[in-house]
């Protein structure tokens, strides 16, 4: 062995355990920061495994929501028998639970379900924006309910309420914090005859149904038991202030 390795070798054996320790210091930070979750996802190397990861996990944070309300809501009804100013309060609160839409309903009622032109049509001249269902559409349906006597009423299985807003991107559906494709079904409880009258009567819903005779999109309507779940999102109001 010539003079000149002799430096070198000594070198090796000095950076190597320091690069060890370098790497073991950096995989312990990254394993605590990471808190046990995986740092690069299953999936993430194309868009649509990246949504089906994302809507996992939103799935999973809403059950967690669902059962953090009804710990909630038994901690709020153990307060009212232990105090008599909370169980007045809630007396007092009770009776509005169902008209705000926080309460589940049942009854008989109307279900409308929109949908989309089926794939692959396609019209020569026309726009394929012409075969889906718009925000304009379900709007319509929904306004009409409203107008014919609906008590309560649900849109592709999520409760309205009076902060609720429908709105359309492309042609997914925006409602309380969530994603819905076609077909969107409306059910609404109320008297039927009234409900299907303000459909008819209405310009939107007129507009959608020829479109829908036209176009090949899908329309029916039917009377039957309706069931809407309860409102379990948040509520929060917005109010003008008069300026002082």
Known sequence: MSEATVPRSRGWRVA??????????AFGVSAHESGGT???????GDL??????AEAQVKDLDRQATDLQRQVSAATEEAGHGNAAVGAAQARVTPMLAPAGLTAA???????VLDDAPSGTSIVGVDPNQLVVHQSDLQAVVNALWAGGAEAMSVAGQRLIATSAVRCVGNTLLLNGEVYSPPFRVAAIGP????????DASPGVNLFKQAASYYG????????????????????LSYARAAR
Do not use: F, K, N, W
């Open 16 to 25: 190597v355990p320091v690069a060890c320790l370098a790497a073991g210091l």
């Open 38 to 44: 995986d740092l690069r996802p299953p999936s993430t």
């Open 48 to 53: 649509a495994g990246l949504v089906r990861h």
């Open 106 to 112: 049942a009854g008989p009622g109307i279900t409308v």
């Open 192 to 199: 039927y005859r009234t409900m299907a009258a303000a459909l």
């Open 217 to 236: 999109l899908g329309y029916t309507v039917a009377a039957q038991r309706v069931e809407v779940p309860a409102y379990t999102g948040t509520v929060a």
